[in-house]
């Protein structure tokens, strides 16, 4: 019913321009008029319809190969028939809610994308590689099949979809296709039973044909069988897409029967010359990846892909993937998926829940405040004995009663429930009883648990969870007091809990409904307007009808429960216990609770396992996340890296002549983000080079032990000793022009740091300085010595020029790192951000901020801040032979040092642009792979998955 009013509410709106409230308020009180929304809560609809119209989203960004790029839409547009398009814009519009903000993003992404491919009705031989990256759960569905849409308009007969690795997935992808392509129901049966094929964009027209070789079914997949019995003529004018599920076997039927198609010519080449084929590869970073060594041949997917590429006179392979990172590890080669045509990064709108609303990039504490990362993360610590992280299955031959105690413990399955476990059931009846409470009746809802990749492991979970489940719903249903207060406490009460975690007692609070509801409305307003605190006595109506839809399915291989949620109008309600067939790609439809324990020590993986980002308009308050801190903390870290790959995706996609190649390059030779993917992904960078042109390096792990202090502080009083006695001197910090680098050589010859900060090595920053002196470059530095007024400590360097006392400065251990050899510095920096500018000139400093407003400017952003962008300072006014050397003394007791301890030494490096692409390389075989030498083979999985 809220969505049909919202229907109804948008078409009294007008379709362009802004729209202010007060034509809003006129909207809803139109449609309230109509008896049958009139029982509708009014300030409700005015708050949902404005969340539509406040939706914000930046402007796509792109890299491409200007040389092999040839623009042809605009020349044929407006000669073409946009029939499938414009029929799923609207059923986006009308039937999807989405905003106009959204719509117009995927139209011109959409065009921009087709306009890097090429014009389907010329007779050329071309190929041609893309890549779009957008973010877990963010709607890339939508944005591919807008492409198909328009792809199939514009003339492309044949498209293949490859769509995950599991059935659930492809069959979850074919359904989607069907209502937003196709138009008409796959599964034949079904519609034949319900009495109507049409779907999706089929009930608003009929226009566009099209025909499919699969099936949405679980076992709709593509057989050679099938597509002929199907009776369809490869040869039709009309378009032809299947969508496939990345396996070797489902890829070597599709090539052999589209191998069939072809035509002999004379060259003794086998090609289809009559239809242009564009390829879309969901997941693209997943089973798609070359991950066998140089020497040896493709992976069977691998070569599969390619060969039915290389089938065609004209084919277009778009990859569409929320984690790249395995992508730019694809050899450069001609014939490989590389996406050497250009790459496309899709910022999120702002209504879209992310890694950085639910974790930001530092583990948030109890007395923490933030107004940008969301109070749903519950740490917890209790399922270690009943769920331990190394648990596993019995092996084959293997028996109980002969293991040690250890393995016994491993393997043994659990009697009951972690506490924390069924706190989060209690959460997702409360989540799904609230929704109702608001008017979100007819919905999905969804919990997702994964705690292990073992089917035993997940069915005896299962079982638990159900009688824990059935616990509250008897309770719930009888009124029994006791399960009623227990729930009751949940909703409005907070409670603190204690674990320990590497040698600290940690002390978390579980937060209340209230207490979450509350402050979100009161920190974060604008993240969904809906938001609201409600009272128990409103919340306890509802219970009983909530509890009564929820279910609890295992889903798995091996069991034979299914997520349905097409056959389920009303709404299903659903507690998902599974691993892997959860945990990439698949959609849980309105999920809202996450107990989630299953460890991966990749980026890619872990933040695919992700389910939880996304869209949760209306009930982001009711949402939540149990996982464990080490999880936590990792989700931290890949937000960080994340976040700065995509920031120098957009500075490259403002530099002219910026290629795929190039970005690549940079990714590749990232320092910090080499713990990237499986380690047979990214094979061919066991010798990984390093280049630090434009890179701010920081020294933020710093040894403890007295020896390591002392020994820095001599090297850099050597280096202070040697420097002249004309320098300048401000307030913070004393500088040092144009030093010749035979004189700070010593310095990074001698100065130790963590042996875990490889990015910052010193001696391979000397290798480098080195490898750039031989093109004249980073030959003159400036060197700055910090100082703090007023400090609560100092050092007398007694030097010969003049410097003598130094106040130090204070940079706070980071209290999640109990390292008591290492000083762990907050946030990872040393700097403060103006610290990177002391030697630029005014001039060049008011250039360099005007420059950073203006690159914001492009972005539609607004820039804040009252100095400039470092990375532009570094890029466009450094100096390749100027790079500035920044030494900080750091007070040793305010870094949990002992009394009268010498002060730590720290240091930053500000390099320069470089003009030539030097590097430094790195023996990653030593560093990485012993610790993330994990294959990630797919070409094995069976149709008849485990």
């Keep these: 019913m809220v969505q049909q009013v919202i229907k109804t509410i948008r078409t009294l709106l007008p ?29 409700f609809l005015v708050r949902e319809v404005e969340s539509l119209y406040n939706i914000r989203m930046d402007d796509f960004r792109i890299i491409e190969a200007e040389e092999r790029r040839k623009p042809w839409i605009g020349d044929v547009k407006a000669g073409i028939k946009w029939n499938f398009w414009n029929r799923y814009r609207d059923y986006l519009q009308v039937e999807k809610n989405y905003s106009d903000v959204v719509l117009n993003q995927i139209d011109k992404l959409t065009d921009r994308t087709l306009d890097g491919l090429f014009n389907p009705t010329e007779n050329i031989i071309v190929s041609k590689r893309g890549l779009v990256v957008g973010q877990v759960q963010s709607g890339k569905t939508s944005n591919y099949t807008g492409l198909i849409c328009k792809a199939a308009d514009a003339g492309y007969k044949l498209i293949i979809v490859l769509a995950g690795i599991h059935n659930n997935l492809r069959s979850q992808t074919q359904l989607r296709l069907d209502e937003g392509f196709l138009g008409f129901d796959t599964q034949h049966q079904r519609a034949f039973d319900k009495n109507g094929v049409t779907i999706g964009v089929g009930k608003l027209d009929q226009i566009g044909i099209a025909h499919s070789l699969t099936s949405s079914l679980d076992k709709g997949d593509f057989t050679a069988g099938a597509a002929n019995s199907m009776g369809i003529n490869f040869n039709t004018s009309e378009p032809i897409i299947a969508v496939v599920k990345k396996n070797s076997k489902v890829l070597e039927r599709l090539y052999l029967w589209l191998n069939a198609q072809t035509e002999d010519l004379p060259d003794g080449r086998k090609v289809i010359r009559n239809k242009s084929l564009l390829l879309i590869d969901d997941e693209a970073d997943n089973a798609s990846i070359n991950t066998n060594k140089d020497d040896d041949r493709a992976t069977r997917i691998n070569e599969h892909i390619r060969n039915i590429l290389n089938l065609f006179d004209r084919s277009g392979y778009v990859g569409y993937t929320a984690t790249p990172f395995a992508n730019i590890f694809i050899p450069i080669v001609e014939d490989d998926l590389f996406p050497r045509d250009f790459i496309i990064n899709i910022p999120a709108p702002t209504n879209y829940v992310g890694p950085e609303k639910v974790f930001g990039i530092k583990v948030l504490e109890d007395e923490d405040e933030s107004e940008t990362v969301l109070p749903i993360v519950n740490r917890v610590d209790d399922y270690k004995e009943l769920i331990p992280n190394r648990h596993r299955a019995l092996r084959k031959n293997e028996k109980y009663e002969q293991l040690s105690e250890d393995n016994k413990r491993l393997v043994r399955l659990p009697g009951e429930l972690p506490e924390s476990l069924r706190t989060a059931i209690k959460c997702f009846i409360l989540t799904c009883t609230i929704r109702r409470l608001r008017g979100q009746i007819n919905v999905h809802n969804s919990m997702l648990v994964h705690v292990s990749r073992y089917t035993v492991w997940q069915a005896h979970i299962k079982t638990l969870v159900e009688n824990t489940f059935d616990f509250y719903r008897r309770g719930i249903e009888m009124k029994i007091p006791s399960v009623l207060d227990e729930i009751r406490k949940t909703f409005e009460e907070d409670k603190e809990y204690s674990y320990e975690y590497k040698g600290e007692t940690i002390t978390e609070t579980y937060k209340s409904y209230k207490t979450v509801s509350q402050t979100i409305s009161d920190t974060m307003p604008d993240v969904d307007t809906l938001v609201s605190v409600h009272d128990w006595k409103d919340v306890l109506p509802h219970l009983h009808n909530a509890v009564a839809k929820i279910e609890v399915k295992e889903i798995n291989g091996g069991s034979g429960d299914a997520l349905n949620y097409f056959d389920h109008k009303n709404g299903l309600s659903v507690i998902a216990i599974g691993g892997d067939k959860l945990s990439r790609g698949l959609t849980l439809e309105g999920l809202s609770v996450s107990y989630y324990l299953r460890a991966s020590r990749m980026y890619d993986t872990l933040m695919q396992m992700g389910r939880w980002f996304g869209y949760r308009p209306g009930y982001v308050d009711l949402c939540r996340l149990f996982t464990s801190r080490e999880l936590n903390e990792w989700f931290c870290h890949i937000t960080l890296a994340s976040e700065e790959l995509r920031s120098e995706f957009d500075y490259m996609s403002e530099v002219a002549g910026s290629t795929p190649e190039q970005y690549a390059l940079r990714v ?229 040092m002992p009394a009268g301890s010498e002060p730590i030494v720290g240091f930053a490096v500000s390099f320069p642009k470089s003009q030539y692409s030097h590097s430094v390389s790195y023996a990653v075989h030593q560093q990485l792979l012993p610790l993330f030498d994990i294959d990630d083979n797919l070409d094995d999985i069976e149709d008849d998955e485990d």
């Excluded at 379709?15 to 300030?43: C, H, N, W």
């Design 668 to 896: 590749r030779t990232h320092p910090g983000v080499l713990q990237i993917s499986a380690s047979n992904k990214i094979r061919r960078a066991v010798n990984i080079d390093v280049s630090w042109s434009g890179r701010l390096v920081e020294s933020y792990q710093l040894q403890k032990n007295p020896v390591i202090i002392s020994a820095n502080l001599n090297v850099t009083k050597n280096l202070i000793n040697s420097l002249s006695e004309s320098f300048e001197t401000r307030h913070n910090h004393f500088l040092w022009r144009n030093v010749p680098v035979d004189l700070v050589r010593p310095f990074f010859q001698r100065f130790k740091v963590s042996e875990n900060l490889k990015k910052t090595e010193p001696s391979k920053l000397l290798d480098y300085i080195d490898i750039s002196v031989k093109s004249n470059e980073l030959t003159n530095w400036s060197v700055a010595l910090v100082t703090k007024s007023n400090a609560n400590s100092s050092y007398d360097f007694n030097a010969s020029n003049g410097i003598n006392q130094v106040g130090c400065v204070i940079r706070s251990n980071d209290k999640n790192k109990n390292d008591e050899h290492n000083l762990h510095i907050i946030k990872n920096h040393i700097i403060r951000p103006k610290d990177e500018f002391f030697d630029l000139s005014k001039e060049d400093y008011d250039r360099a901020l005007e420059r950073t407003k203006a690159y914001f400017r492009n972005q539609n952003s607004e820039y804040k801040n009252d100095f400039p962008k470092g990375e532009i300072v570094r890029n466009e006014f450094r100096s390749p032979k100027n790079p500035l050397l920044l030494l900080y003394l750091i007070d040793a007791e305010n870094a949990r």
């Design 15 to 43: 379709s362009t321009g802004s729209i202010t409230k007060q034509q809003i308020e006129q909207a809803v009180d139109s449609a309230l008029m109509i008896p049958v929304y009139k029982e509708i809560e009014r300030d």
